[in-house]
Structure formats: structure tokens, C-alpha cells
């Protein structure tokens, strides 16, 4: 028979396996009796597993969530998982500190074999180069907007249109879903005043007391899929499809090999050593041209028409940049006919 703190630990693997545990079950695969089981239960409900007893022909026993954190167990896999977890949550999150210091408390727990697969297995997670001031999350307003979402509650807040600045408009919001979009926090509400589904960066969220009445939610454009709605927006749709708005194919004298690496979701078809077929997606034709032009090389347009006017529209302006003098002088030489 197993010890009895290996015996415990097996049953409170077992109970965090399954929302309910017959205690005959539990006797079985534990080779022990009913009373045996009982006696454990009483013992792990002492070291504060809220453990409560499930009425019915059989009986059976359920783990619930308590008023404190008691000792946790992990499997090796799930250890493993929550490491690098909190690895890549350590960096550049709104959690960042209280991640790194769970990372380093559930280090100092692990048996040395753990320990030695998550030393092997370090994971850095690169922030993008940032554009300007780093957009830092208060997680208490992460809470604050969770709770709401939960509870259904309508929002008010300030919303700032910059970071630094004290000026906000106040906003009322039906908040939905809190979604992450490139390493920044959005909330996706439906925005009472304008009538409409917006998307708000939650850095310039600062929530009003109290909340408004409960609502009942609705559906997001696009079926109700989160992530269909956020990549359509950020996309420049209207939240109902995921494809950009504006999408052309050019020819580049390039090997397709050149290219792949600087595409993302672009579709490459490689036609020579020197020549690839090139299918790309941007929010406009003018950005879609602008983008082509950065691979310096000479470009023949497939389709559609549209993105040919946006070369010429470029061509244009970049020749008039090119020679502003020229430029000055033709407009003098106009005033004076």
C-alpha cells in the first residue's frame, strides 16, 4: 500500500481530473477501502482543499474553488506548460512582474529533473521595436474590464486619445470581449452613443464608478467570432471578413526565396530563378503600391486596375518630391499666362 502522503497526492491528482469522483471509484484506484478514502478526504480538506461531498446512490466527492490558494500539484507536463508560460509572459506584459516572481516561486519547488528540462527549453519573448511610449496596462483595469464583460454591466469611462494626456471623452459602452492585437489590450464594446461596435486600446481606458445596468449581449459582426471581428478592423473591413479590402498580384524580378521571409500572408509563386508571382493584401491601393515598391526591383502589374492607378498616383508624387524646384518653377510660370 502507498505511503499515506503518496496516497494523498495521488487522490488529489485524481480530484482535479474530474468535476466528480464516485468514492468507490476513488477506493479502486487507490487500492484502498471507502474508509480509507473518507480518512483522506478529511485529511486534505485540512490542509484547505475545499472538498465537498456529492449526494447520491453512490456518493462521491468534488474539488471546488476555495476562499484561499492551497498547495497546488502539477503533473510534469503541466509544470512544464506553466513555465514556459510564464516565460513568455514575463516579458513586455501588464503582468510582467507578478509573472517573473510565479516563475521564480514555482522554480525553487521543481524536483531537479524539472528543473533541468526548463533550463534547457528558455524562451525569450522579443518585444517589437517600440514606436513611441511603451503602452503599460494597469491590471487592475484588466480586472475591472473582466468583471464587467462577466457580469454584463454597461461601462462608463474616460477615454483618452493619446497617452499623456489628461483630456478624455467620456465614453458608454456595452463591454463584450478583451482581446490582445500585436502585444496591446483592446476591449471590444458596442458604443451606445454612436450606435455602433468600436474597438478601444485599454491603456486609454480609465473606468468610471458605478457601472451602468446589465445587459443582454450582442452579437458581434462577422457571426460573433472575436477573432474574425478584430482582424477584419484592424484589417480595414467592417468586421465581417478577414481578407484585406484591397488585394493585388504583380510579377517581381526576385527569386521567390527573397521575398518569403518579408511577406507574412502573402501568396508566392515562384516563376524562374529570377521571377516570382506575388498575391498581397493591404487596408488601401495607394499602401499596397507603397509596399510593392519596397522590394526594389522592377514590377509588372497583373491585376486588378486599380492598383496600377495607385503606381502611377505614386509615380507622380514621388517625381514631384523628387524635384520640388521644378515643381515651384512650373506653378510661377502657370500664374504668369
Known amino acids: 500500500m502507498q505511503k499515506t502522503s503518496s496516497r494523498l497526492l495521488a487522490l488529489l491528482s485524481l480530484l482535479q481530473t474530474h468535476r466528480d469522483w464516485p468514492g468507490g471509484d476513488l477506493a479502486r484506484r487507490l487500492d484502498v477501502t471507502s474508509r480509507t478514502v473518507r480518512r483522506d478526504i478529511d485529511r486534505l480538506r485540512d490542509l484547505g482543499y475545499p472538498i465537498t461531498t456529492v449526494k447520491g446512490p453512490a456518493g462521491g466527492y468534488r474539488l471546488e474553488a476555495g476562499t484561499r490558494l492551497p498547495p497546488l500539484l502539477f503533473d510534469d507536463g ?18 510582467a512582474e507578478d509573472a517573473a516572481r510565479a516563475l521564480a516561486t514555482l522554480s525553487q519547488v521543481m524536483p531537479p ?43 462608463r469611462f474616460d477615454h483618452t486619445p493619446a497617452p499623456g494626456t489628461t483630456a478624455g471623452a467620456l465614453r458608454r459602452v456595452q463591454p463584450h470581449h478583451l482581446v490582445t492585437w500585436r502585444h496591446r489590450w ?70 521567390a526565396s527573397d521575398i518569403a521571409p518579408f511577406t507574412q500572408d502573402a501568396i508566392i509563386e515562384e516563376l524562374g530563378p529570377q521571377r516570382c508571382r506575388l498575391t498581397l493584401g493591404s487596408w488601401s491601393w495607394t499602401g499596397l503600391a507603397a509596399t510593392l515598391g519596397h522590394f526594389d526591383t522592377d514590377i509588372t502589374v497583373v491585376g486588378p486596375p486599380q492598383l496600377a492607378t495607385a503606381f502611377a498616383d505614386l509615380a507622380a508624387r514621388y517625381t514631384r518630391a523628387a524635384d520640388p524646384a521644378g515643381e515651384a518653377a512650373g506653378d510661377l510660370s502657370r500664374l504668369a499666362e
Do not use: K
Open 186 to 255: 483592446y476591449l471590444v464594446a458596442f458604443d451606445l452613443d454612436r450606435e455602433d461596435w468600436r474597438t478601444f486600446r485599454v491603456d486609454r481606458i480609465r473606468p468610471r464608478t458605478p457601472t451602468g445596468p446589465r445587459f443582454t449581449p450582442r452579437e458581434l459582426p462577422g457571426g460573433g467570432d472575436v477573432s474574425t471581428y478584430i482582424t477584419s478592423r484592424f484589417r480595414g473591413n467592417d468586421g465581417t471578413a478577414t481578407d484585406w479590402p484591397c488585394r493585388g498580384e504583380v510579377i517581381l524580378h526576385l527569386p
Open 78 to 95: 503541466q509544470a512544464v506548460a506553466l513555465a514556459v508560460a510564464l516565460q513568455t509572459a514575463a516579458t513586455g506584459t501588464a503582468v
Open 113 to 155: 529533473r524539472l528543473r533541468h528540462r526548463i533550463d534547457l527549453l528558455r524562451v525569450t519573448a522579443v518585444r517589437p521595436p517600440a514606436t513611441g511610449e511603451p503602452a503599460e496596462v494597469d491590471p487592475q483595469v484588466l480586472m475591472e474590464l473582466s468583471r464587467v464583460i462577466h457580469a454584463r454591466q454597461e461601462l
